[in-house]
C-alpha cells in the first residue's frame, strides 16, 4: 500500500456539510459517509485531530439569535460544536474508532477539558481527538480554532473538508465564473478577502508556516487521495 504523505494532520470538518441536503440538524447518511472517510485514513496510521464547524446547527437557531449580544450568541455557537463533535465522536465508535472529544469550554460532565499534553498522548496512541467549542472564545471560528490546534499539536497540515472542491477566485457558489487555485499563498487568499477561510485562520497558519489544503469532503475518496498525497483542492502555503 502507499504510505502516506503526512504523520500527523489537523482536519477541519465543515459543520454545514454535516446537513447534506436538510435544512438544518446533523443527516445520518452524511455524518456516516464523512466517519467512513475518516476511519479509513486513521486506520493508515495517520495521526488525525478534527475541529468540527457549527453551521449545520446554529444556522437552525440564527433568526431567534437576532439583535442578541454578540458573545453570548457565539457561547450558542460553540456550544452547537460540542453538540457536532460529540455525535462525531459517537459515529466513530459505531465503526470501531475510538475517539476523545476535548473542549475548550468547561463542561466537565459531558466531556473531558482540552488539555494539551493530553491530547498528545491520545495522538500518539493512534486514538482520533476531536477539539469541541472552537478556541474557547467569542468572536472568533472553528477554522481559526483548527489554526491553532493545528499548530498547538505540531500537525504539517491542516485539511480544511468543505463544500466546494477547493479556492475560488470568489464564492463558486454564487459565481459561475469563478475559477479554482491549485496554490494560492496566504498574503494572496487575504489581500484578496477570500471568504473561503477567514483572515485570523489564514494569518496564524502563515506565521506559523503550516499549510492549508481546501478540498471537497463530498467527492468521495478526496481525503484519502490528499493523505496519499495526490493533487486535490487548493494548496494555501506561505
Ligand atoms: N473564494 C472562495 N473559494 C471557495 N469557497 C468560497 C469562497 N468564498 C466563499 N466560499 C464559500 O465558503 C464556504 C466554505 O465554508 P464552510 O462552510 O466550509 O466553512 P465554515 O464557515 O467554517 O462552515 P461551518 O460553520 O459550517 O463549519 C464554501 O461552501 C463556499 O461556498
Ligand atoms: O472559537 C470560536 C469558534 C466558534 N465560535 C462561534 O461558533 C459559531 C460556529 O462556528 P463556525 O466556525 O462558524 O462553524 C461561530 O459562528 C461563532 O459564533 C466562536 O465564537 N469562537
Redesign the pocket.
Known amino acids: 500500500m502507499t504510505k502516506p504523505a503526512y504523520k500527523r494532520v489537523l482536519l477541519k470538518l465543515?459543520?454545514?456539510?454535516l446537513m447534506g441536503d436538510d435544512p438544518f440538524g446533523i443527516n445520518r447518511a452524511t455524518i456516516e459517509r464523512m466517519v467512513a472517510d475518516v476511519a479509513e485514513v486513521s486506520r493508515m496510521g495517520v495521526e488525525l485531530a478534527i475541529v468540527i464547524?457549527?453551521?449545520?446547527i446554529f444556522r437552525g437557531v440564527a433568526p431567534g439569535a437576532q439583535g442578541m449580544d454578540r458573545a453570548t450568541a457565539d457561547y450558542m455557537g460553540m456550544l452547537a460544536t460540542v453538540m457536532n463533535s460529540l455525535a462525531l465522536a459517537d459515529a466513530m465508535r459505531q465503526v470501531g474508532i475510538t475517539a476523545r472529544v476535548m473542549s475548550a469550554i468547561a463542561i466537565d460532565q459531558v466531556v473531558e477539558p482540552y488539555v494539551r499534553p493530553k491530547a498528545l498522548q491520545y495522538l500518539e496512541e493512534g486514538k482520533v481527538v476531536v477539539f469541541a467549542a472552537g478556541t474557547g472564545n467569542p468572536f472568533f471560528?472553528?477554522?481559526t480554532a483548527a489554526a491553532l490546534r493545528g499548530s498547538e499539536i505540531g500537525a504539517e497540515i491542516v485539511l480544511k473538508a468543505?463544500?466546494?472542491d477547493g479556492?475560488?477566485?470568489?464564492?463558486?457558489?454564487k459565481d459561475p465564473t469563478a475559477t479554482r487555485f491549485s496554490t494560492i499563498s496566504f498574503d494572496e487568499a487575504i489581500s484578496r478577502h477570500?471568504?473561503?477561510m477567514d483572515a485570523t485562520a489564514f494569518a496564524l497558519c502563515r506565521d506559523q508556516k503550516l499549510p492549508i489544503k481546501v478540498f471537497s469532503i463530498v467527492k468521495p475518496g478526496a481525503l484519502k487521495n490528499l493523505i496519499l498525497g495526490e493533487d486535490e483542492g487548493t494548496l494555501v502555503h506561505v
Open positions: 465543515s459543520g454545514e456539510a464547524g457549527g453551521g449545520n471560528t472553528t477554522d468543505t463544500k466546494v479556492v475560488y477566485t470568489a464564492d463558486p457558489k477570500l471568504q473561503v
